[in-house]
């Protein structure tokens, strides 16, 4: 008896310690099925329903184990075994941890039981199929009456299937789709799609794929953000949402007027909550574009928009890029040239007036021009005609005439440039010109004879007159209202949400920046009289090689560095050619060992005034003469743009200010923040994103212009009295005539000079400063010439266009006079050499003042 109990024992405690293992496993069991479940996203409802089931399961499962068992082992219903043997009193199904033995293969530490219950149900959706006409109503007053885009039929067509699958039967009456349909529009915004939306680009895709993984129910979850593409970081949010947001990921507690803020914005990071004391400096905010990092970007014709470039860059491109590089660039001048009011046609016309020539007829404002391509010649003999092309020399070596459907000769002898004397016009510029069609009498179709549509058209072109496309403004561009853009933003026109720079798009981060500017930079400035820290010193031509311009710079040093420290100048630009000859291809005396030594001796003067060097931002554009180009160029003209100088020869430069930044860490406590940036030929800098834009280019433009210009005969006889009624014509005032006019910024003279005595306009540098930038800013590109005398790398013409229009742009050409000149808006700065030619112990360089925006010449003797 005794043994049949021993053995019924060992029984049932065996039976027991199974019973709670196989408990325990499918407790725990449960728990991974359920998450799996929630992982893979399946019904919340129906996998809490299972769980339950498959516990309850368990359960049944383990009583009747347990009961059988205990029958057996206990006929007479009396418990024979100690206390230590007895079922434990909470069952093993609701047990969360799982036993640790080996033999189950089970986890020592336990595992935190998932709770089902935590996950929300999931609102079930009805999918519908609806129509997109139905939608079409709907999409217009959101997409073209509140956001300004045009939608096609292959983009609503996605849209409605995306929102009849997503919102079911309530996309009407609980106001989904209309939410659906506003997130999109504005994502469609912060990526710069364009004003088409477009269903067969993948940004739409994007864009409702994002907005798939944020939506339940139909509705939009606020705890979830919408994935943007232009974003910037944030601080930590608030009202549960997740920490360091972007703001381009717009939650959807956010209001219109704060959604609107948010889109188009990239690499500037804002922080809302950020204290002022961390933005007193506003070098926070200055950023220096390079050549190759910038967008590149072209125009396209269809969709009247920018579209980036998806080819790779390379060096050496495919030759159908060389194409493409002045196809952009005329229909860039022609779209810009189309928004002008000279040539857009009234709608209702009372009278025709005889269009009379005169030395205005580019400008009248009465009459509407209208642009006739070359290849519409044909057969027109004797008509007259305003064209639009490229100046071209021919094989034959004759003045031709080019745009995208043909070319032809022209004929300028008769020709009167618009105006006198006022721009130059070479081979390479796009120009405009008004004159008659002749056929040639012989009725060949020009060079070998093949005329027609992409080739010479036969005959020639006389022209009267010749001028260039006029300029456009940069608000005007961007789509701005108000006095100097600081108005409101304007509900169409203009690329205002193109991102030109990669810095944000005007009207997304535009006012936001401007306040921060007002806060920062306007303020000090108009109490210091000039002077604070909203200063950019530009130097030009600083030439190492010459012992006598680094006593030059220690005198301008000097003066900035006797300055307090809150009115030190936030950047100071250094412009090339470092040295005087290309000695990097054994120009001059000397090599690669020399010009280190040149850059050597440069460190040693900064090092003298280490609170310039903790305190601001040095900036170095190269030359011609720098290296590594002209080891290759010997000093001709290298392909633009082209890199900074190396960093192997500029060391000691760096470690000057990494020096002076550990003093004031030592002194003050507080590390400085000063540094020095080689950037690319040409740059920009970017101030408060594209708030301000600065165009930095280094170049021998004047001298280059005078050789390649065509010289026209009717201006020989009159240029003395063209001068003199130019003399007499006052500066622009606020309200300009309707003709552009070039207004000059240079500093004015003494107020006790009498005013019959001051002729600025009869000035011969300042003429030339102004023949300078009409040329340029018409042109609307950094080299207006071929690419024969200027070489260019193709894949990168973006970085050289000068559209829209920069708000000041250093044009650093020692051939020409220092200057500072406006002209439609855009302040062109040349600081000249540091030198001052003719002029012993006399340094020259300009201050620019970023809140007036204009730019002073200045001088010291040393």
Known sequence: MKSYDGHLFEKREESE??????????????????????????????????????????NTNNDFMRNEIMSKAQPNGKPRAAAIFKLPETPASNNPIPSSSPAFATPVHPIRPFNPAAIAPKASILPVLLPPATLRPLAFRTFTKKHSLTITSSALQIIATFIGRHCGTGWREEGLAEKVLEEVAKSWKSRNGGVIVDGDRSELKDILKNLEGSMVGGRIVSSRELSRQNSLVLGSSQGGEVSHTRLGLRPISLGREDS??????????????????????????????????????????????????????????????????????????????????????????????????????????????????IANLLGRNGTTHMLLGLLTISPT???????LTGSIALDLTHAKPIPEDGAWFAPGMIVLVDGTYEEDDNNAGGLGGSGGIGGTIGGKFIGFFIGGPPCERRQTTLGLTGKGGDGDIAAGGGFGWVDFLGVGSERAVGSKMRKIEQRLIRAPIDSLDGGGRGRLVIIGEVNLDQPRTLQALKKLFGLYAAESEEDTPMTFILTGNFVQHAIMARGGSGGSIEYKEYFDGLASTLSEYPTLLQSSTFIFVPGDNDGWASSFSAGAATALPRKAVPEMFTSRIKRAFTTANAEAEKEKGVKGDGEAIWTTNPSRLSLFGPTHEIILFRDNMTSRLRRTAIKFSSSQPETTEEDVEMGNIPPPTASPPPEPEVDSASSPPPDNTPPEVITPLTDPDLLTSRKLVKTLLDQGTLTPFPLTHRPVLWDYTSALQIYPLP????????????????????????????????????AKWVEYGISRGVGKVRECTF
């Open 397 to 403: 070596g004759n003045l031709a005439i080019n745009d």
């Open 260 to 373: 609107q803020s948010s889109l188009g914005l990239s690499h500037l990071e804002v922080e809302d909550g950020e204290d002022e004391d961390d933005l007193k400096d506003p070098r926070k905010w200055l950023k220096v574009i390079d050549a190759f990092e910038q967008p590149r970007l072209l125009y396209n014709v269809g969709k009247k928009h920018f579209d980036r470039d998806p080819s790779k860059p390379s060096l050496l491109p495919q030759p159908s890029h060389k194409t493409q590089l002045f196809r952009n660039r005329y229909n860039l001048i022609q779209q810009r040239l189309l928004r002008n009011e000279s040539f857009q046609a009234p709608t209702f016309e009372t009278t025709k007036t005889s269009q009379k020539r005169s030395s205005s007829s580019l400008e009248t404002p009465q009459q509407a021009y209208k642009l006739t391509p």
């Open 17 to 58: 310690r199974v019973c709670d293992r196989l408990g325990a496993l499918q407790a725990w069991l449960a728990g991974v099925v359920d998450a799996l479940y929630a992982r893979t996203r399946k019904d919340a409802s129906s996998s809490r329903v299972g769980s339950e089931i498959f516990g309850r399961q368990q």
């Open 807 to 842: 708000t000041a742009m250093v044009l650093a050409d020692p051939d020409a006079p220092a200057f500072c000149v406006t002209y439609e808006g855009c302040h062109v700065i040349n600081p000249g050499s540091v030198i001052a030619p003719g002029r012993r112990g006399v």
